[in-house]
């Protein structure tokens, strides 16, 4: 199924707009319009929610979140591109010693700090699958002290394996 770029990042600004994040911290999404990637909408939100809630969970008050959204030009003749959607945190980053293992069930980096947000270390993890499922990738750049960028890469072109998910789940709801 085609998901249009623009209803990904509405849908994800809407959902970590609600009250529940009570932190004063401004989301804000850039990017050119039009975009399209394919798959499930439904799974891509839930990816792009994951990593926006860790960026406002593991950042300090008065910072901002950014959904950077861009194509890459093509590589070679049969690479026909990606789609990025990034999300960069001005927060608290990552050691290395933990960054190749973030993306692991359960595995949470500082523990003391990682309990007070009351997670339980599976976001990354369906980040991750979610990605894959999608014939993309995750992969993280972060600066201790400075702040992380997640950058969902997508295929610009249908492949099987997203053409093969549905394109929504409805759980509950009016239908
Ligand atoms: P859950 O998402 O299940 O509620 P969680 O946020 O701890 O819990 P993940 O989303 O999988 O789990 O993240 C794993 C760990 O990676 C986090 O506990 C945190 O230590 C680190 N992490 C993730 N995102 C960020 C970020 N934006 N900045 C700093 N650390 C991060
Ligand atoms: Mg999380």
Same mark, same amino acid.
């Given at each position: 199924e085609p998901v249009e770029v623009d209803k990904i990042v509405a849908e994800v600004l809407d959902r970590t707009k @609600?009250?529940? @994040?009570?932190?004063?911290i401004d989301v804000v999404a850039r990017g050119p319009r039009g975009l399209t990637v394919y798959g499930s909408e439904n799974q891509l939100v839930t990816a792009v929610v994951n990593l926006v809630e860790n960026a406002i969970a593991y950042s300090p008050e008065s910072t901002t979140v950014t959904i950077a959204t861009s194509r890459s030009a093509?590589? &070679?003749? &049969?690479d026909a591109g990606h789609i990025e959607i990034a999300v960069t945190d001005q927060g608290i980053g990552i050691e290395p010693r933990d960054i190749d293992r973030i $993306?692991?069930? $359960?595995y949470r980096a500082d523990r003391a700090r990682s309990r007070a947000t009351g997670g339980t270390g599976l976001g990354l993890a369906i980040v991750k699958h979610i990605a894959t499922n999608h014939g993309g990738q995750v992969d993280v750049v972060s600066t201790v002290g400075v702040g992380s960028t997640f950058t969902l890469r997508l295929p610009a072109r249908p492949t099987e394996a997203a053409m093969a998910l549905p394109p929504s789940v409805e759980i509950g709801g009016t239908p």
């Open positions: @609600t009250p529940g @994040t009570a932190k004063s093509a590589e &070679t003749g &049969t $993306f692991e069930r $359960f």
